[in-house]
């Protein structure tokens, strides 16, 4: 075949040769005439030619030689010398290893190569492609979406996800019936033993992100992020705020009541009560940013029942409601109602199969890897080892956790726990009395899911752990030990010694012990032997005359209650009777166990400055913006101490003391707002051994 014939010519150097032999699939061996006939007879169709498939593997480097290579149409008007193909063919090798470290050039396709097109419909080339494509850009794809170990991510100011709730189920029956019925006004539940409620719908997680006026104490932005937020003595601090939002859309409530022959039981078959209705659900909290604690947290819910409305508001200095009471129980459990934080869960621990951990009671561990709604991610499980071991039930979640997003992109929850007898067969001795102890009667069961939707991230990390210039002094606040009263030992009550009161506790008892009251008969045995008050409320709704509810026990025990008019100091004229009776449960008499605590009078002082407490004073408070009471508020203590056979029980779950003694204050009103009318319940808890606000919570229902 002559040069003019052929679709490749000795023009081309023999690394272009070698180059084009590869691109279609032709072997690279043999002298530069070799090459030449080689990808003639691939071009011309002449199957005569043994071609070799190539190894992706196995086959040599070629470096392009850095000059020009010389075209066709030059090498028929420039005549070549008449050198040995031998010769050329080890001059040019020779050249192409000198060149092995320059900067390749491309290499101008003869004008009679294949097209691409050309190439691809070969069999062979077709075959080779899909080598390559697996060997590089395929090779890349499966590497690059395998599943690999992170580690959790840190959580920034304006990280937010967006999660759908599907298969909520909450079910309560007992003690926790009678939480939701005193926080839910709906008449049709007032008999229920048994609640039931399915829901679904939208959710979101998020940290806040400050701007620069949360700052105006601080020198600089550097914390810009951060919010101001109180704290339970009412101080200021900078705090990360995070912000959990629901709304259920789709709620099916079903209420039960006890079986008309057996008052004990209740009944599982067609529900006396079915409503449907909605539910938002929209909480906060705050955690200070130099200790980590998280210093409050705050509910807001607007709930309706067919036609029932009703909305509140829960400030806390902790956890507050059935939640509070599970997280006292176990530490931790409030995550099930929300997105797990995986960095807060599982710290810096290399996420990968096998990886395990313990965190706030939770006992997690790495399954591996698990397709979810077509993509891998890591599947965990998690138990909550204290509900487990102490046998009050159980609490599971299994999440499923990426590694671009702070909390799990898919959650199941199951948590079951139950005061019931027949829910603790298995259980010793030892775990069975103690959940007698501290679970209420009844049960609570709750499942769900969630999954996300969407995700966004912020750019700047978190301030936890740093000092600030605004840091309040909290110690200054701390009750010293000359203010602390410690009259558990010998005196029949708390000291009230009320300045902004006109009849306190102290004239109320003077009416008891001094015998103006000669009807409380048992009350006066008590409290002259060693007896003393270990609840007590009043009402001064009726101007110029105070009620006061007073129960006292004995060290009989026996307790009861007395209700009296006081007007003024104890006498015969000024104490009034009005009532008493008995208390269907006995209460324990202990006074070793009474703490020492601060007066009524010094806990009011605090409750009043409103730098420290604005929340509640004012028109909506439980204090005039003077620092008076409004005449619906009343106040009340109330002393707890643990029957002597259940001290000890009860000190393996508080270390401090294990009595407690609370002041709390209520007030219902009518109010107006846009034209309609409102009925507000509004209470507060404050730890009389502390000073520190427990928390409130306002109820509102439309008249």
Not at 214 to 240: C, F, H, N, Q, T
Not at 346 to 366: F, K, S
């Amino acid at each position: 075949m002559g040069e003019s014939e052929s679709y490749v010519s000795s023009s081309h150097t023999v690394a272009e040769l070698k180059v084009m032999c590869k691109e279609n699939g032709l072997s690279v061996a043999g002298r530069k005439a070799e090459l030449i006939e080689r990808l003639n007879q691939f071009f011309t169709g002449d199957d005569e030619l043994e071609e070799e498939i190539i190894s992706l593997e196995d086959e040599e480097m070629i470096s392009l030689e850095s000059e020009e290579p010389i075209s066709l149409e030059e090498s028929e008007s420039v005549p070549l010398p008449t050198t040995d193909d031998d010769d050329i063919l080890e001059a040019e090798v020779l050249d192409a290893e000198v060149l092995e470290e320059t900067t390749p050039s491309s290499v101008k396709e003869s004008a009679t190569s294949a097209t691409l097109m050309d190439q691809i419909k070969n069999p062979k080339m077709a075959a080779i492609l899909l080598t390559i494509l697996l060997a590089t850009g395929g090779w890349y794809w499966y590497v690059s979406n395998q599943l690999q170990p992170f580690t959790a991510d840190d959580l920034r100011y304006g990280d937010s996800m967006e999660y759908t709730v599907l298969n909520g189920e909450l079910e309560v029956t007992g003690e926790y019936v009678e939480y939701i019925r005193d926080n839910v006004n709906v008449d049709q539940l007032n008999k229920s033993c048994r609640l039931l409620m399915t829901f679904s719908g939208i959710g979101t997680t998020s940290v806040t992100e400050g701007g620069a006026d949360e700052l105006d104490m601080e020198p600089d932005d550097s914390l810009i992020g951060v919010v101001r937020a109180k704290g339970a003595y009412g101080l200021d601090w900078l705090a990360v705020e995070k912000v959990q939002t629901r709304n259920f859309d789709q709620i099916a409530l079903k209420s039960y009541n006890p079986k008309p022959l057996q008052p004990d039981e209740c009944q599982s078959g067609s529900s006396i009560y079915s409503v449907g209705g909605n539910l938002e659900f929209n909480t906060k909290s705050w955690t200070e940013i130099s200790e980590r604690d998280v210093i409050s947290t705050q509910a807001d819910w607007k709930l309706t029942l067919g036609e029932d409305y009703n909305q509140g508001t829960t400030k806390s200095y902790g956890l507050g409601g059935v939640l509070g009471l599970l997280e006292d129980i176990a530490p931790g459990v409030a995550v099930v109602v929300s997105p797990v934080e995986i960095r807060d869960m599982m710290g810096t621990q290399l996420i990968e199969e096998g990886t395990n951990g313990t965190h706030l009671g939770w006992e997690w561990n790495v399954i591996g890897p698990d397709e979810v709604d077509g993509e891998e991610r890591w599947k965990v499980s998690m138990e909550n080892r204290e509900i487990r071991d102490n046998c009050f039930g159980h609490a599971r979640i299994t999440m499923w956790v990426e590694e671009n997003s702070p909390w799990a992109v898919k959650q199941n929850v199951d948590v079951y726990i139950s005061g019931d007898e027949g829910d603790k067969s298995a259980c010793g001795t030892v775990t069975e009395r103690l959940a007698d102890v501290v679970l209420p009667d009844g049960k609570i069961s709750l499942s769900l899911e969630i999954s996300k939707n969407s995700l966004t991230r912020g750019e700047k990390l978190l301030d936890l752990g740093r000092s600030y210039s605004s840091m309040p002094n909290a110690g200054a606040y701390v009750p010293t030990t000359s203010e602390l009263i410690d009259w558990g030992d010998t005196e029949i009550h708390m000291p009230d010694s009320t300045s902004i009161r006109s009849h306190s506790l102290e004239n109320a008892v003077a009416c008891l012990t001094s015998g103006h009251v000669s009807e409380a008969v048992a009350a006066n045995s008590a409290l002259n032997d060693d007896g003393y008050i270990w609840r007590a409320r009043d009402d001064r709704s009726q101007s110029g005359i105070t009620t006061w509810n007073l129960s006292w026990v004995s060290s009989d025990p026996n307790s009861g209650w007395v209700e009296l008019d006081v007007t003024g100091a104890a006498s015969a004229a000024n104490c009034t009777y009005v009532a008493h009776g008995g208390h269907d449960e006995t209460v324990a008499h202990s006074r070793g166990d009474i703490p020492a605590v601060l007066s009524i009078q010094m806990m009011e002082e605090d409750l009043t400055d409103p730098l420290r407490y604005s929340d509640v004073i004012g028109e909506n408070g439980l204090f005039t913006s003077s620092g008076e009471y409004h005449p619906e508020t009343r106040v009340g203590l109330l002393v707890v101490t643990p029957d002597s056979d259940l001290t000890e029980w009860l000190s393996n779950l508080d270390s401090g003391d294990t009595g407690a003694t609370t002041l709390d204050l209520t007030r219902t009103w009518i109010s107006t707002e846009n034209g309609l009318q409102w009925d507000n319940s509004l209470s507060l808890a404050m730890d009389a051994r502390t000073g520190q606000v427990v928390g409130w919570n306002l109820i509102q229902t439309p008249v």
